[in-house]
Every structure is written in structure tokens, then in C-alpha cells.
């Protein structure tokens, strides 16, 4: 027996009443259970009958077990009949247990809230159309010049920008030396910026075996405290320069990077191809993240604490796992960002509810088209993941059946098709690239974006 | 006659006393010195119950041992009373 209301749009609480006899049955239960663990002077372990215990320990020692045995179940049954979404742990407030009686509890969570649609289907964004031209692909072979560079001697040459140096330096502020002010054989890259800004470019045009002195003054954030602000003088030797020299671009540098080509054009023509696939794929994706943005702009719902700070969990989990490709902990990274993680959070927190939102904008459009998945359309999935694989399809199914990926990858398929169907009903501008001063900084960073990706396909590890 | 709580010091709750309660059978400890005759009386007063038999068994105290001192635990007396059918039975767990 139930009875809900809701507290506020995201909150109900839930009245449930058990009969008796169930509650007994529990109780019973209990106490087998518990029997086995409990032990009295005078009786083998097991083999304590029910009433010793209870006049022992009182009848209130198997409520714990009885309840956790009664409420699961009949939870999940209320919650289900009642068509509540729960999206958090349930809070419990016992109101009455005892032998022979009812069961009430009261039981108040968290749901999912309801959501106000706005119009999601003929959503009119603008997309912006651009191609890839041959000096995209220019630029792209050019990286991959820079990537298979070799450092050369130079032995009489003026030091260049991109030039690596190996350097003595001795650095003194005010006539005295400090720490951290001098090394030997440090190797330099020009250009890199890994010194103090002025340090680089006071060396440019020198030679070998030349000195020279550089005078730089510490930025006033400068890690070091003692350090900021001041001016110091560097004695600098430079002992060698190294100068990078770029593989000729021809059909042998292609036959060095793969087996796949012979030629330069084919070479070509296969990287023009990758990077409008890739170039495409970015469209796409940008274009969907841009129509469930306006569909959720659309929408009106308030969002939970708990799902914001879910989310919020969520992409601090992203960023640990990009640090940690990096080699760093969360923890570490902490400190080295101003204000901690405490402040990264709450800088997230907007991205955070905006996720949020449109996730539930999204379930929400899920339940009225009556969008759903069918067991089948998981396994063809499956299908499709394990076929270029050696393992065995039923092997895999049992295996995420077991981890509960099944209806996980469900809910994926889920939210891939309320995309599609929300592309396919939007108006779809397409305008002119704008600007470069505009769009240039995002374009470049695209693009090395997109470089580091096609490495893997174009150019094998050897 | 003496107190009846003085000749019934407690009641015997272990495996083997609880199965017999089946057979309306209770086991308590009393005192050493009680007979048969002054248990039964004890039991009726304490219980308001109508005893039928009682059977008493001397228990000895087993050996125990300290470091080198040696010792017996308190030696008992059990005592076996069985109800007559008609009898209410004792609500040992109160």
C-alpha cells in the first residue's frame, strides 16, 4: 500500500504500508540468519531457539535485518508502480515496526524533476561550412616534416629561432649568484619559452663557443618569490647548436612513414580524405552539441543539487583521466591550479548544470517520442563492436549482462537516437566561415587537434 | 517454609531444557540443600503452576586449574520438574 506526494517538483515522499504477515515472514527470516552468527552460554551456535534470543537481546534485534530484507523489494515495487524516477539514495524515516503489526515507513528521495518542453523539433542553428583546401593538407604534411625533423650540428651558423643550444649559463642578480641560476649543458630550444621571457631572444644570431651575456628581469608571478620582480644578469656560453633539418617531402618519405602508399599524391590524396572525414565528423559533433544546447535553452526545468554535483563529479573524472595520461593526480593538480579544487569545481559548476540539464531535457524527449531500445537492437550493437575482434559474441553479451553494461549501452543507444531524431527535425543553417581573425585561434587548435588523432592512423609506431 | 526464591535460584536455559519444555518438562538450578518435596512446593508458589514430578540430579563441579592451584567449580543441584497436563505452563522468558 502506497500513498506519495510530492514535496517540492523534485522530491516525494513515499508513505508505504506492509501488512503484517509479511512483516512476520521477515522477521522469521531474520532470525535464521542471524542465529548462525549469534551465540548464548548453554546452546551450540545455530541452535539458539527464537525466544532465548529475543528474551535475551529484546524483539528488536532482528528490525534491522528484517527491514533490510521487507524494504528493498517493496521500494523498488512502490517506486515503479508509482512512476517515480529516483536519481539518489533513498532517506528512510522508520514510523512503525513490530511483530504482528504493519510495517510504515516513510521513505523520501530525490527524482527526477518534471520537465517543461519547449519546441525541440525544427530547432534552426547555424552551421558553419568549412572545407578542406589543399593548404590544410600542406600544413598537415608539414607538421609531419617537423615530427620526423633530425637534430644536425651545426658547426658555423648563427643560433635560429627552433635551433636547440646547449648552453652553460651562471645568472647573478645584484653581483651575487642565486639558486637555480646556473647549469651546464643545458639544452635549449629557441623559441620553446621554457626560460624567462628575454632569455631566448638575446641569443638569437650567436655563434658557437660564443659568449654573451643576458640581462632579464623576473616576471612579478614568478614561481619563485624571492625571485619575482628582479633583474639578473646571465653569463651565457653556448657550446653547440643543433639545428633541426626536415625530411625532403617525396614518395621516399612516404615510403618511410608507411607501407600503406608509395607515392606523395596517393599519400596526399589519403590525407586530404582523413581530414574531411575527420573535419566532418567534428561538424557533426559540434552541430548536435549545438542543437541540444538550444533544445534545452527551450526547455524549463529545475535541476537537482544532486544531478549538478553528480555531473560535476563526472567531469572532474574526465579531467583525472586526461591528467593521468599526462601523469599527473587529480590531487597534484590541485595544487598547482590557483584556489585549488575547490575553485576549479566551482568554475565547473555552470558547465556542470548545463549538462545536467540537457541530459534531462533529453530523457525527457526520450519519454514522450516513446524512444526505446530493444534487446535486439543492444545485441546487434554488441555485434558490432566484437566483430573485428577475436571473441566469442555470447561470451561477450554474458560478460556485460553480468557488469550491467547491457543497459547502460541501452541507455546510450537511447540518447544516440533522440539525437538523430532532433538533427534530422532541425533547420540547419549553413553560413560562410566568418571571419579568420575571428575563427583562426579555434582553427589552429582544431586542427593539432585533429593532427594528433590521424597520427595514429597515418603513420604506425615503428 | 523457607522463601520459595531461596530454593529456586534461576532457571536452566540450554539446549537440551528447551527441547524438553515440549514434554512440559522445566530445569532450574536450586539450592544445593532443597529436596524434592520443597522444589515442588517452590515451583507451584513461584509459577501458580500444578507440578506432577520432579527429579533432582546432583551436579558435581568439574575440575579447574590456575597456574598450579587447583580447584573445583561450585557443585549444584539440577532440578527436572515436570507439569501435570492440565498445568499452564511457566513463561520462563519474561
Not at chain 1, 514535496?7 to 542471524?34: F, H, Q, T, W
Not at chain 1, 517515480?84 to 513490530?98: A, G, H, K, S, T
Not at chain 1, 630550444?189 to 624567462?196: A, D, R
Amino acid at each position: 500500500m502506497y500513498r506519495w506526494e510530492k514535496i517540492d517538483n523534485s522530491k516525494v515522499c513515499l508513505e508505504i504500508e506492509v501488512p503484517s504477515g509479511e512483516v512476520n515472514d521477515a522477521l522469521d527470516k531474520a532470525y535464521r540468519k542471524m542465529v548462525k552468527t549469534l551465540s548464548v552460554p548453554g546452546f551450540r551456535k545455530g541452535k539458539v531457539p527464537r525466544k532465548v534470543l529475543e528474551s535475551r537481546y529484546g524483539p528488536e534485534i532482528f528490525y534491522n535485518e528484517a527491514l533490510e530484507i521487507l524494504v528493498d523489494p517493496v521500494y523498488s515495487k512502490a517506486v515503479k508502480e508509482c512512476q517515480l524516477e529516483p536519481i539518489n539514495r533513498p532517506e528512510m524515516e522508520l514510523v512503525q515496526m513490530e511483530k504482528d503489526k504493519p510495517l510504515i515507513f516513510k521513505i523520501t528521495v530525490d527524482v527526477k524533476p518534471e520537465v517543461e518542453l519547449g519546441e525541440y523539433r525544427g530547432i534552426t542553428v547555424k552551421q558553419v561550412k568549412k572545407e578542406i583546401t589543399s593548404k590544410d593538407v600542406d600544413r598537415y604534411l608539414n607538421s609531419l616534416r617537423e615530427q620526423h625533423g633530425r637534430l644536425v650540428t651545426v658547426e658555423d651558423g648563427e643560433l635560429q629561432e627552433k635551433d636547440l643550444a646547449v648552453i652553460d649559463f651562471e645568472g647573478v642578480i645584484n653581483g651575487e649568484p642565486f639558486e637555480g641560476g646556473k647549469a651546464e649543458n643545458y639544452s635549449l630550444e629557441l623559441g620553446s619559452g621554457t626560460l624567462v621571457k628575454g632569455f631566448e631572444e638575446q641569443l638569437l644570431g650567436a655563434r658557437k663557443d660564443e659568449q654573451r651575456e643576458v640581462k632579464v628581469t623576473f616576471s612579478e608571478d614568478y614561481t619563485k618569490e624571492e625571485l619575482a620582480g628582479k633583474e639578473a644578469i646571465f653569463t651565457v656560453l653556448v657550446k653547440e647548436i643543433k639545428r633541426p633539418q626536415f625530411p625532403e617531402l617525396n614518395d621516399a618519405f612516404v615510403q618511410e612513414l608507411t607501407e600503406e602508399f608509395s607515392t606523395l599524391e596517393e599519400f596526399r590524396a589519403d590525407v586530404e580524405n582523413k581530414l574531411k572525414e575527420s573535419l566532418r565528423n567534428r561538424e557533426k559533433m559540434s552541430l548536435e552539441s549545438e542543437i541540444i544546447e538550444k533544445v534545452a535553452e527551450e526547455a524549463r526545468v529545475d535541476v537537482p543539487e544532486i544531478l549538478v554535483e553528480r555531473e560535476l563529479d563526472n567531469i572532474f573524472g574526465e579531467i583525472e583521466y586526461y591528467l593521468r595520461m599526462q601523469g599527473l593526480s587529480l590531487e597534484q593538480y590541485g595544487r598547482l591550479v590557483e584556489g585549488g579544487l575547490e575553485k576549479l569545481r566551482e568554475e565547473r559548476r555552470e558547465e556542470a548544470l548545463k549538462r545536467a540539464k540537457a541530459n534531462l531535457v533529453l530523457d525527457a524527449i526520450i519519454k514522450k517520442e516513446a524512444i526505446d531500445v530493444s534487446p535486439e537492437e543492444v545485441e546487434e550493437k554488441i555485434k558490432e563492436v566484437v566483430q573485428n575482434q577475436e571473441v566469442d559474441f555470447a561470451q561477450v553479451k554474458e560478460q556485460f549482462a553480468k557488469q550491467g553494461r547491457l543497459d547502460i549501452m541501452a541507455h546510450e543507444m537511447r540518447y544516440r537516437k533522440v539525437i538523430d531524431l532532433l538533427v534530422e527535425n532541425a533547420n540547419i543553417v549553413e553560413v560562410e566561415e566568418e571571419d579568420k581573425g575571428d575563427t583562426g585561434g579555434e582553427d589552429v587548435e582544431a586542427t593539432a587537434a585533429n593532427q594528433e588523432e590521424k597520427e595514429e592512423g597515418v603513420a604506425p609506431e615503428e | 517454609m523457607r522463601n520459595p526464591r531461596d530454593i529456586i535460584i534461576e532457571p536452566l536455559v540450554t539446549e537440551k531444557s528447551t527441547a524438553q519444555m515440549e514434554e512440559k518438562k522445566y530445569s532450574f538450578v536450586v539450592d544445593k540443600k532443597a529436596n524434592k518435596i520443597e522444589i515442588k512446593k517452590a515451583v507451584e508458589e513461584i509459577f501458580g503452576v500444578k507440578v506432577k514430578d520432579v527429579n533432582t540430579i546432583s551436579v558435581k563441579g568439574k575440575p579447574r586449574r590456575v597456574g598450579v592451584h587447583r580447584g573445583y567449580r561450585p557443585s549444584w543441584k539440577k532440578a527436572i520438574v515436570t507439569l501435570h497436563e492440565g498445568s499452564k505452563p511457566i513463561e520462563i522468558y519474561e
